[in-house]
């Protein structure tokens, strides 16, 4: 017996002959089909994308963050990253937990947006069993889950100016006092956050205190906007394609006008707006190659097509 497939295709397509040809268009037809049902191609090789600590870029911008990331990635400071939303904050946390001493303790990530002003306390520092209503029994924060790791404060310009005092003073003292207890825990956590907020402007408007800012900006990262990191597009592109492949989107491969398009288009909402628009656009894309009619309107109008 043989169990050579190509073998088998090659008598399977001679027999084609011997049909009558209405026959063989329609089984050529199916086995089009049953080709395409395999379903996606093989993604293209990785290819070696220009960047480092995890993250694509090649552009002067990057590589100045790069540059800054290489010299403090090792050290315990306080690091604030700014930049608009979808620029990479969060990547560069994790750059710096996973590529730092810290990475084999917690990387711990909070919002600070996202949690109701009243609980964000609780949430950071923990509280003891009766500290305030629904709270049946001693919980412990953020801070002391990341004892050994990195703490992410995201969105740190929404944290309440009480609770910012609070911070400061666990940064000064590195322990935590669980709300409604006595006690106090030494933690030893490095302290990472973002904003897209002007943190300064805030200052000046008394929402959120100097002494706290400075604390935490010992070290700032400003993270480039998309439209400003030359030559970083195509780079981001296959990368995300790759992924997108990775994870069962079919499209992996994007015609050179289209691309030229995404260079051209100014990604307000940077690189997570370039993700969701890789991502629809291999939802409508044929043959698994995106083409300029795939691309959303906004992106099409900007490069004139
Ligand atoms: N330089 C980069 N290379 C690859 N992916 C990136 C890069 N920067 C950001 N991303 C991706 O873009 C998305 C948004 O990044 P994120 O760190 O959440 O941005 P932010 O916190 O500034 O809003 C994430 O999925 C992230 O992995
Ligand atoms: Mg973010």
């Given at each position: 017996m043989r169990h050579d497939p190509l073998e088998e295709l090659q008598e399977l397509l001679d027999s084609f002959d011997r049909l009558p040809a209405g026959e063989r268009r329609r089984l050529a037809e199916a086995m089009r089909g049953w080709i395409d049902a395999q379903?996606?191609?093989?993604?293209?090789?990785?290819a070696e994308l220009p960047g480092r600590f995890g993250m694509i870029g090649a552009s002067p911008a990057m590589e100045e963050v790069f540059g800054v990331l290489q010299r403090i990635v090792r050290t315990d400071v306080p690091v604030l990253v700014l930049g608009?939303?979808?620029?990479?904050k969060e990547l560069v946390a994790r750059a710096l937990h996973e590529h730092?001493?810290?990475?084999?303790g917690p990387m711990v990530a909070v919002n600070c947006a996202a949690i109701p002003p009243t609980l964000l306390e609780s949430e950071l520092f923990g509280h003891v069993k009766g500290?305030?209503?629904?709270?049946?029994r001693s919980r412990k924060g953020y801070a002391e889950t990341a004892d050994g790791g990195t703490l992410f404060l995201d969105e740190?310009?929404?944290?309440?100016l009480e609770l910012q005092a609070k911070l400061l003073r666990f940064l000064q003292e590195g322990e935590v006092r669980p709300v409604g207890g006595n006690t106090i825990r030494k933690v030893d956590v490095r302290v990472v956050a973002a904003t897209n907020q002007d943190l300064l402007a805030r200052v000046r408007e008394k929402a959120f205190r100097e002494d706290l800012y400075y604390r935490l900006a010992v070290i700032s990262i400003q993270m480039p906007p998309l439209r400003e990191r030359e030559g970083d597009i195509p780079h981001l592109v296959h990368h995300i394609l790759q992924n997108q492949a990775e994870e069962?989107?079919?499209?992996?491969r994007i015609e050179e006008d289209a691309l030229q398009a995404l260079e051209a288009y100014?990604?307000?909402?940077?690189i997570r707006q370039l993700q969701n628009e890789l991502t629809r656009a291999s939802a409508f894309a044929r043959d698994h190659c995106i083409r300029l009619?795939?691309?959303s309107p906004e992106v099409r109008a900007a490069a004139g097509a």
């Open positions: 379903g996606h191609p093989e993604p293209e090789p990785a608009e939303s979808g620029t990479g730092g001493p810290r990475r084999k500290a305030f209503t629904g709270a049946h740190i310009g929404e944290m309440p069962g989107l079919p499209a992996a100014s990604w307000p909402g940077n009619e795939d691309l």
